[in-house]
């Protein structure tokens, strides 16, 4: 109990007691923001510190190197024994080639997935499909590597005889597959967003189920989906380990699915096993390609933030 005077007012040390108890909640008020500022400013840093490091070893490299060589050379032969050839233009392809089979795969079977998921499954049969399409999502990238080596490309070959063992195809594959969940997941959070209210009237203006998930529902969940499909995307043009083990190193400047390429990637990792010594061009050149990648993924995710909030729905 709290002590008090004979007059029934709280004692001399129950107000210091009071008094130093706000003291500390001030203090801690004012701490607070400034402690979640500096966790904010973390990833902030971060981002900052790998630009500035990309950027600085990209000059040292475009010292040894033209910088129109560089992005207009058809040729990349980095560890050529006579002349050095750096250009960037067959990793782009062979990433194009990987990102476009990727796209063919998941987008339609994500978004039909999406639509399925959203304006078909019943409540309970939705908490079963949605948590398994988690779970491909989590599963690790050189796991679908083997698969693509080992499984899809021997069964590709029984179709397509002249596929190579490694090849643009089976690769292209099972990174549609590994960003599929992504698609399907993201589409269908937009799509049920969209109020059931418009459902129900496109139904009683006599519209079919399907009709109102593809002429009402789609439409006005367009830039969820949009956004969904572009950071899938994204994510492909950035994936590692499956384009390194089924897609092979071999960069050319065509557009054959059938034989052995090298992504951006790809040619990140071969260099960073140990295949260049540090500060020789090659070495300076990852940094070339890990910034034209930055690019890449940064121009993929600068679109989606555009295309969703161009195309937003506000119900």
Known sequence: MAQKDVTGQPSVQELIAKSNSKKQKKVIEKLIPFILLLIASVSVLTTIGIVFTLIVETVIFFTKVPVL????GTEWFPFANTEQ??????????TLK????AAIVAVPFGIASAIFLSEYASENLRR???PILEVLAGIPTIVYGFFALTFVTPLLQQFIPDLKIFNALSPGIVVGIMILPMIASLSEDAMTSVPNSIR???LAMGSTK????????LPAALSGIVASVVLALSRAI????????????TPKFDWDV??????MTAYIVQVSSGDAGYGTTIYYSIYSVGFTLFLFTLLMNYLAHVISKKYREEY
Not at 85 to 94: S, T
Not at 98 to 101: A, F, G, L, P, W
Request: avoid cysteine; charge should be negative; charged fraction near 15%.
């Open 238 to 249: 950035g994936e590692t380990m499956i384009v390194s083990l089924a897609g092979g190193s």
């Open 85 to 94: 050839q750096f250009g960037i233009l067959p990793l782009v392809v062979g």
């Open 258 to 263: 059938t034989d052995s390429i090298q992504t």
């Open 98 to 101: 990987v990102t476009v089979i």
């Open 69 to 72: 060589e560089f992005l207009f």
């Open 200 to 202: 129900e009237g496109a």
């Open 210 to 217: 399907l009709e109102v998930a593809l002429k009402v529902v």
């Open 128 to 130: 079963v499909i949605k």
